[in-house]
DNA sequence: ATAACATATGAACAGTTGCTCATACAATCA
DNA sequence: TGATTGTATGAGCAACTGTTCATATGTTAT
C-alpha cells in the first residue's frame, strides 16, 4: 500500500524503470520469510557447521566423536552444536554422561546437495 | 591415512565409538568442497543479498531500481552486487550509464526453494 | 566545457562471529 | 566420598561483515 511512500527517502537516485519495480515488489516474499532465509543460510554458512551436519547425515555421534572427527576442540563443537540445537537443525539425545547428537530434519540434505551441484558447475 | 595421527592432538577428550568415526570419516567430502559449500551459503546469509538475487528472479533489474525496491542506499547495493558478482551469482551489462544486473544462474533459486520449504516446515 | 546523473569504491565504524581458555555441571566409578 | 570423564557455558578476543559517508569514475545532456 504505502510501501513506496515509506521507502522514497531512502533511495538517493531516481527511479528508472517504475513498471519493473512495481511488478517485483508485488512478487517479493514478505520481508520476514526472506529474513529468515537469510538466517537459516548463515547457520549453513561456517565449515564447522557444514561438517557437523555432513557428518549426523551418517550417523548419530557424540560430542567427543565429532571433535575428533573434525580435528577441533571439544568446546569449539560443543558451542556449535548448541547454534545447531537452536536453530532446530539438530537434536540430542542422553545416554549416561555421553550426548549423542543427530539431525532433527533429514530434510536438510537436499538443501546441501542443490548447493553442491551448484559449486560443481563453476568452472 | 594418517588422517587419525594428524587429529589426534587437537580433540581433549577420549574417542568413544571409534568404528562410527571412521565410517563417517571415509564419507565425508573433501574439505574444500565442504568449506566452498559453506562459501556460498555464506552468501546467502544476509537478507539484503537474499532480497537482491529473489527481486533477480522476476527480471534484471539496475542499481537505483533495486535501491529503491529495497529502500536502501544506492552505494550498500552496489557493495552487495559486488559480492554477488565475486561470487558468480550475478552478472551485469551496461547500457549507457545505467548497469543492469540479473542472474547469472537460474538454478539458484532451487536451492531458495528448498530453503523456504524448511522453514515453512517449523511449528 | 560544464552540469547532472548512475554507479563504483575506499575508509571508517559498529556490530557480529567463532574460537580459546577456564571453569562449571553431571554422570560414573573407585 | 573423591576422582575421572563427557559435556556445557561464560568471558574475552581477534577477525570479519555490512553499512555509511565522502568521493571518484564514466556517461549523457546542455
Same mark, same amino acid.
Given at each position: 500500500?504505502s510501501?513506496?511512500?515509506? %521507502? ?12 519493473v ?14 529474513y529468515? &532465509?537469510?538466517?537459516? /543460510?548463515?547457520? /549453513?554458512?561456517?565449515? %564447522?557447521?557444514?561438517?557437523i &551436519?555432513?557428518? &549426523? /547425515? ?5 560430542v ?5 572427527? &573434525?580435528?577441533?576442540t571439544q568446546?569449539?563443537?560443543?558451542h556449535q552444536l ?7 537443525l ?9 550426548v549423542f547428537?543427530s539431525l532433527e ?6 538443501? /546441501?546437495d ?5 559449486i560443481?558447475e563453476?568452472?
Amino acid at each position: 500500500m504505502s510501501n513506496k511512500a515509506q %521507502t522514497v527517502e531512502r533511495c538517493d537516485c531516481t527511479v528508472i524503470h517504475e513498471e519493473v519495480v512495481n511488478r517485483v515488489m508485488g512478487r517479493m516474499p514478505e520481508e520476514e520469510r526472506l529474513y529468515d &532465509l537469510a538466517e537459516l /543460510f548463515k547457520v /549453513f554458512g561456517d565449515s %564447522t557447521r557444514i561438517k557437523i &551436519l555432513w557428518a &549426523l /547425515f551418517e550417523s548419530e555421534m557424540c560430542v567427543c566423536d565429532i571433535a575428533y572427527l &573434525l580435528n577441533m576442540t571439544q568446546s569449539a563443537i560443543s558451542h556449535q552444536l548448541r547454534v545447531l540445537k537452536q536453530t532446530k537443525l539438530v537434536k540430542n539425545r542422553k545416554e549416561g554422561k555421553i550426548v549423542f547428537y543427530s539431525l532433527e530434519d533429514e530434510h536438510i540434505k537436499q538443501i /546441501f546437495d542443490q548447493g553442491m551441484i551448484h559449486i560443481s558447475e563453476d568452472k
